[in-house]
């Protein structure tokens, strides 16, 4: 009986060991954003909307949201994507939404 017991013990330990491996290594960091201030400057021409069900793109600058696309920092060296913000929709490459 003892012998079952910790057959069962050492299974389930390595059966749980191994999917948080799994689901560790699945998850994709999410991209951190700046906004510059002259459009030649950033990779991509974004403009914002209203309502997030119009957007391509959700920024937030809190890095929990579990929601967010992207993520809003505060300084150029941390950011992997510059965007600039732009009041004509046609010239936007993505529309996004701050939440």
Do not use: H
Request: charged residues 25%; negative net charge; glycine residues 2%.
């Amino acid at each position: 009986m003892r012998r079952l017991l910790l057959y069962l013990i050492s299974l389930f330990t390595f059966l749980t060991l191994t999917a948080n491996c799994d689901i560790e290594a699945s998850i994709e960091p999410k991209p951190k954003v700046f906004i510059v201030d002259q459009s030649w400057k950033a990779d991509y021409k974004v403009f914002v909307v209203g309502q997030s069900y119009q957007a391509d793109i959700i920024v937030s600058s809190k890095s929990y949201e579990s929601s967010a696309d992207w993520i809003l920092v505060d300084q150029l060296y941390q950011a992997d994507i510059k965007m600039f913000v732009t009041t004509k929709s046609y010239e936007a490459d993505y529309k996004i939404y701050f939440r």
